[in-house]
């Protein structure tokens, strides 16, 4: 990674230091009443889109929706 640039541990460190603000910036996607199919990586290097993904997915099973939701 040597003479690259990411925002990953910038947004890392915004969700760690501002957690109260995590909500407002929250897209709403458990709300949505189509199938979903979410794409992240733990290689990705602009957010944690991997385990986004996977919280969201977990969340919507929780409610009961797992059958609609893909997780990759």
Known sequence: LQGRLTAR???????A???DSVPAATIPVARARARLLLLGSDRDETWASGPMARALADTLRARGRGARVEAR
């Not at 541990?9 to 969700?15: E, F, G, K, Q, T």
């Open 17 to 19: 230091t501002a957690p």
């Open 9 to 15: 541990a910038v947004h890392d460190r915004s969700r």
